[in-house]
Each structure stands twice: as C-alpha cells, then as structure tokens.
C-alpha cells in the first residue's frame, strides 16, 4: 500500500463503548468501559469520549386564509444542546495485537435537559468512542443512544 493511500485511511483497529448500566440520572456518574484494539501499529493522540445532546421540537397552526378556509403552518427546529469531549487516554503507540479496556467515571454535563420523547419535543442524548489519530481520519465507534433521567 502506497504512503499517501495509507494517510487517507483509518488505521485499522476498533473503538467500543459498554456503559455499566442501560439509565443513567443526571445526578450520577456515566460509568463504563471503552474497548481499543489494534490491527496495524500506529500512534493515537487521544482515545476519548464524545457525548451529543440535541433538541427537537415542532408546532403547528391552524390559521384563517378566508372564505371559511384554514391553513396549518408547521415549524420545526433542531438544535444541539451540549458537544462534549472528555479524554480518557492521551498518547500511546499501539501495535498491532493491542487489546485494552480504559475503564471511565465521566460527570454528566449540568444545565442539560434529560431524555425525553414527546409528540412535539425530542431530547436525545448519544455517546461514541474516538481514536484520534493525527495525520489520518480518526478511528471512530458506533454512536449509541444514552437513556438520561431527571
């Protein structure tokens, strides 16, 4: 594989996240693991946590166009409520074989609404793992759904 083939991908290796529980409330800790494995030796900036909560809502009217007639407007509007990155992990080298779980306790972030589903509102909370991998695109784990309570 050629040098400049290899810096436009990944390395290849694998990031996880296993939480210790399936709800967390806002008063406690998010615990968990996050599992690195390595197929290839490369050097990793940073192995971290990234947890996203956006908003959604809706609303709609009913208003008078005339001649008896009513028209719905609707309207909708996303917006992303918290972008957080805590590192778990600075620089390492792994080499290719490499294995290892870094346990983490990570405050959830204060002033940040709970789950929440409703007709006309969303609160969605997910969590990923990230390889940062400098001079390459970064190693990135599968986004899960967080269950956040009051």
């Known amino acids: 594989m050629s040098f400049l083939f290899k810096k436009l991908q990944a390395p290849k290796g694998t990031i ?7 709800e ?5 800790p998010l615990t968990g693991k ?3 494995t390595a197929a290839e030796d490369f050097d990793v900036d940073e192995i971290r ?15 008078n166009i ?3 007639k009513t028209e719905s407007v ?3 509007q996303e917006s992303r409520v918290h972008d957080g990155k805590v590192t778990l992990q600075g620089r390492m080298h792994l080499t290719s074989g490499f294995n290892q779980d870094f ?4 405050n959830l972030p204060s002033g940040v609404p709970s789950t ?4 006309n509102a969303r609160n969605t909370w997910k969590i990923k793992g990230v390889m940062a991998v400098k001079g390459r695109p970064d190693i990135t784990g599968h986004e899960m759904e967080l269950q956040v309570n009051p």
């Open 16 to 22: 996880s996240v296993a939480l210790d529980k399936g």
């Open 24 to 28: 967390y409330s806002l008063r406690e």
């Open 34 to 36: 996050v599992n690195v």
């Open 49 to 63: 946590l990234e947890i996203v909560v956006n908003e959604w809502t809706t609303a709609t009217e009913s208003r």
């Open 66 to 68: 005339g001649g008896g």
């Open 74 to 76: 609707r309207a909708q």
């Open 103 to 106: 346990p983490f306790s990570v």
């Open 116 to 119: 929440y589903r409703g007709r």
